[in-house]
Nanobody, 126 residues
């Protein structure tokens, strides 16, 4: 059974940075497409950034391009989301997710992913 555990969330002032981590267990991350998603109160879950296994491409939501960077360390079975220049509107619960065989060619959508972590809260506070 695939298991994902996020960490690294917290309270940060606008303009600050956080690095989220996602630890994978019971499966080899290298064989999966990976996505970071977020859900703000009263809003639908949305894709933030994805890493396609097929060609190693990274995709980002327009709202985070140039500020967020997704990366993976296959040796450690970890995925990261470096978030810089945080804004109050980045406040949300952030989730990592994994799925196989998606053939990603653009930003991922939540309904394509079957394995999810429990989420970590990021709060941008002024």
């Amino acid at each position: 059974q695939v298991q994902l555990v996020e960490s690294g969330g917290g309270l940060v002032q606008p303009g600050g940075s956080l690095r989220l981590s996602c630890a994978a267990s019971r499966f080899t991350l290298d064989y999966y497409d990976i996505g970071w998603f977020r859900q703000a109160p009263g809003k639908e879950r949305e894709g933030v950034s994805c890493f396609g296994r097929r060609d190693g491409s990274a995709y980002y939501a327009d709202s985070v391009k140039g500020r967020f960077t997704i990366s993976r360390d296959n040796a450690k079975n970890m995925v990261y989301l470096q978030m810089n220049s945080l804004k109050p509107e980045d406040t949300a619960v952030y989730y990592c997710a994994a799925e196989t065989g998606l053939q990603l060619s653009g930003l991922c959508v939540p309904t394509d992913f079957g394995s999810w972590g429990q989420g970590t809260q990021v709060t941008g506070s002024s």
